[in-house]
């Protein structure tokens, strides 16, 4: 019965430090990923943890401050995207003690500004929030007491890390290949945002002033038509669905979210239109979509999975108490042409 009692006795911090030969303080270090710990130390703590099957216990941590979650706020699952952004955060995190909490909270402000609250109220360590439609006051004023890096939004804090994509870079190398084609009737869908959020950057902001200034630059002003969209299949098909079957349709069209064009590209299809000899489609985020084989939709690549794990790696420095500067990370986007963009007037 003794026996038992020791087998079912919960591992200690203590223990995993006296199976190491270390010191509590070292084995705390190596479990909140600290830095200055050698990697001699991390294999040696390591080898006691996996020996002992040590496990955290969750809630004894929150009182001692730290939790080891880390929470991420997105707007839905069906977002290809999210899924890249999602497997870097992930693999930054793989050898550290943290565990990502996900919240799906959808489109609407207040649910989201709901769902961060709980995980504020659940005393997680940080946040990851991917292009929230919280307002901004409310995002600045959780950042002040909960490490919180934002992912899509341009704007700059000191309260707060960022990581963006140029995405008016990108909607010119979209602009700039379907130009170059043979387009001149170009159209965006682009998701509506919020304008209570008072963010002045977002990433539809920035991506629809990129391709405005592209059209402009092609001397194409006259042929600029935005169509406002959520960044879903339904949003897209929608979109599609106004812009292909009203009189002087465009002979291609950008979507600022792979998700939304081929919610474009379902349009096309039931409208009895051709991909691409009848409308060409590009798309944005380059997600594994878009690289099926009989999908092969041109796209802006803006690395999905090196904006998760950026964004995981500032958030840890912030945890672990980096407070004299913000960082704005910037990727470089690349487009990614394929069969879904043609020239217009091709005999087919």
Request: hydrophobic share 40%; charged share 20%; net charge neutral.
């Amino acid at each position: 019965m003794q026996q038992d009692s020791r087998r079912n006795k919960r591992v200690t911090i203590t223990d995993v430090a006296r199976h190491a030969g270390v010191s509590t303080a070292a084995v705390s270090k190596v479990l909140r990923n600290a830095y200055g710990v050698s990697a001699a130390m991390r294999e040696k703590v390591g080898a006691a943890i996996a020996e002992l099957d040590y496990r955290p216990h969750a809630a004894a941590r929150g009182m001692r401050g730290r939790t080891y979650t880390i929470g991420v706020l997105l707007d839905n699952i069906r977002n290809t995207f999210f899924a890249d952004i999602l497997d870097g955060i992930r693999d930054e995190l793989h050898d550290s003690e943290y565990t990502v909490m996900i919240g799906a909270a959808g489109f609407g402000a207040e649910a989201q500004s709901k769902t961060t609250r709980s995980m504020v109220d659940r005393q997680m360590d940080g946040l990851i929030l991917i292009a929230p439609g919280t307002p901004r006051a409310e995002v600045l004023a959780t950042a002040q007491s909960t490490p919180t890096v934002v992912i899509g939004h341009h704007d700059v804090s000191e309260l707060h890390d960022s990581v963006v994509d140029a995405d008016g870079v990108g909607a010119g190398l979209v602009v700039d290949h379907l130009v170059s084609l043979g387009h001149r009737s170009i159209a965006l869908v682009s998701s509506p945002g919020s304008r209570s959020s008072k963010w002045a950057r977002t990433p539809e902001i920035v991506l629809t002033n990129g391709y405005t200034e592209a059209m402009g630059r092609h001397d194409l002003a006259e042929h600029t038509r935005v169509c406002r969209a959520a960044y879903s299949d339904d949003g897209g098909y929608k979109a599609g669905m106004s812009l292909l079957s009203g009189g002087n349709p465009p002979t291609a069209i950008m979507a600022g979210a792979d998700v939304a064009a081929l919610g474009v590209w379902r349009a096309a299809h039931e409208l009895g239109l051709r991909v691409p000899e009848d409308v060409s489609l590009a798309g944005y985020n380059n997600t594994a979509l878009a690289r099926l084989a009989t999908v092969q939709l041109t796209s802006v690549d803006q690395a999905g999975h090196d904006m998760g794990g950026t964004a995981a790696r500032l958030l840890l420095e912030r945890v672990e108490g980096r407070r004299e500067h913000a960082v704005q990370t910037t990727m470089t986007p690349r487009l990614i042409v394929r069969r879904s963009t043609a020239d217009p007037t091709k005999p087919r």
